[in-house]
């Protein structure tokens, strides 16, 4: 099993930077994939970005394509998601998630309990 807490949500102005972070306990955390989505209010559970276990491949969502970047440190056991130029429409509860690979947020076996994202324009 795998406990997950995400930190580095905040407010931050239109075109700013924030880097989340996922820290997991638990000792199988480098066999998971690991994701991140965003949850907007009124709106659906959204995929951001993925990354398998072992940091070897990532892939995005068009929205934050080239403007964010996932990574892993598995002796830590944390993963994080770097986000570059941000705009308001970023704004969101951001969650981290373990599980199998997809952007499918239904196919996540473990969740945090997010950091809200804030971008003022």
């Known amino acids: 099993q795998v406990q997950l807490v995400e930190s580095g949500g905040g407010l931050v102005q239109a075109g700013g930077s924030l880097r989340l972070s996922c820290a997991a306990s638990?000792?199988?955390?480098?066999?998971?994939?690991m994701g991140w989505f965003r949850q907007a209010p009124g709106k659906a559970r959204e995929f951001v970005a993925i990354i398998t276990w072992s940091g070897g491949t990532t892939y995005y969502a068009d929205p934050v394509k080239g403007r964010s970047a996932i990574s892993r440190h598995n002796a830590n056991n944390t993963v994080y998601l770097q986000m570059n130029s941000l705009k308001p429409e970023d704004t969101a509860v951001y969650y981290c998630?373990?599980?199998?690979?997809?952007?499918?947020?239904?196919?996540?076996?473990?969740w945090g309990q997010g950091t809200q994202v804030t971008v003022s324009s």
């Open positions: 998630a373990a599980g199998r690979p997809s952007t499918n947020w239904r196919q996540y076996d473990y």
């Open positions: 638990g000792r199988t955390f480098s066999s998971y994939d």
